[in-house]
Structure formats: structure tokens, C-alpha cells
């Protein structure tokens, strides 16, 4: 329920090398961390729960970019369930990497690193002022960020 709105499956990988001072879980930094699992196998426990929607998070899921645009068009085909993605790096940064095509499978990006100083702990669904909730669809149509704004029921 912090991880976006709602009940949600949240997805954690391995690795970030960002290193923000202050991470909330620096355990998740190591490459080599975790253990590998198979789009399937992800999909399984996601659709296991019909209501939750599903966020990714880590570690950062843009270093595995390629992987994650493969689970969110499986979520896509088989659910109407919409996706969040926490990252460290900015929108502007993505979208001309190969990470766009994880990009244009997402609904909202919580983008850029954690600022300790910039700490809120009162913020919606990130810990630092200057990371910000993104409507991916509007901003890619829009040419520029375009914000996400909470419904009433958040
Ligand atoms: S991007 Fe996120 S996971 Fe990576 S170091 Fe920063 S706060 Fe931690």
C-alpha cells in the first residue's frame, strides 16, 4: 500500500548502483543478489492476486530494463492491472535509452534518486521532494513530464 495506490504486488530486483545516501534498502544494491526468476514465474504469483496492481522496485528495475518490459506486456495481455516503477534515474534520462521500451509499457514513474536532505516523510508514495510521480502515457504523448494527480479515493 506504499508502493503506489492501493493493494499491490510489488516486484523487488537486485542491483542499483545509484547509491543514494540514506536508501531505504540498500540490501537490494548487489548485482549479484537476489535469485533469478523466470517472466512465469513472476506472472504466476502477480495473477495470483485478481485485485492488487503491481509496482516494480528494487534495487532499480531500469538496470534490467529489457526483462522488465517483458513481464509488463505479459501483465498487460493477461490483466487489466496497472504498473508503477521506482527508479532512480530522471524521465528526461529514459527517454531516448533503451530503457524507453520499458517506458511505454508503465503508467506512472516515481523518478530520481533519493535526496536525503530533500526527505518528507509526509510525501505521497516517495521519500524525497524532488522524485516525482510521472503519468508516463500523458508525458511520452506530451513531449514533456506531465504529473500524476491522485484520484479522491487515494
Ligand atoms: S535509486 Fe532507490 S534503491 Fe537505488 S540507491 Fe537510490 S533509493 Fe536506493
Known amino acids: ?11 523487488y530486483c537486485a542491483g542499483c548502483s545509484h547509491k543514494c545516501p540514506g536508501c531505504h534498502n540498500p540490501q537490494s544494491w548487489d548485482f549479484n543478489g537476489g535469485c533469478e526468476m523466470s517472466t512465469k514465474e513472476i506472472m504466476k504469483i502477480i495473477m495470483a492476486d485478481p485485485f492488487a496492481n503491481v509496482t516494480f522496485s528494487g534495487g532499480d528495475p531500469m538496470y534490467q530494463a529489457a526483462g522488465f518490459a517483458e513481464l509488463a506486456r505479459a501483465i498487460h495481455e493477461q490483466s487489466n492491472k496497472d504498473i508503477w ?21 508503465l503508467d506512472v514513474l516515481v523518478d530520481g534518486p533519493f535526496i536525503e536532505k530533500l526527505r518528507d516523510p509526509d510525501l505521497l508514495f516517495r521519500g524525497s521532494s524532488n522524485q516525482r510521480l510521472i503519468d508516463v502515457p500523458a508525458s511520452l504523448y506530451a513531449g514533456e513530464v506531465v504529473l ?6 487515494v
Not at 495506490?5 to 516486484?11: H, K
Open 1 to 11: 500500500m506504499v508502493d503506489g495506490p492501493g493493494f499491490r504486488t510489488s516486484i
Open 85 to 105: 516503477c521506482y527508479t532512480g534515474f530522471t524521465f528526461e534520462s529514459l527517454i531516448h535509452e533503451d530503457q524507453r521500451e520499458l517506458l511505454e509499457q
Open 148 to 153: 500524476w494527480e491522485p484520484n479522491i479515493a
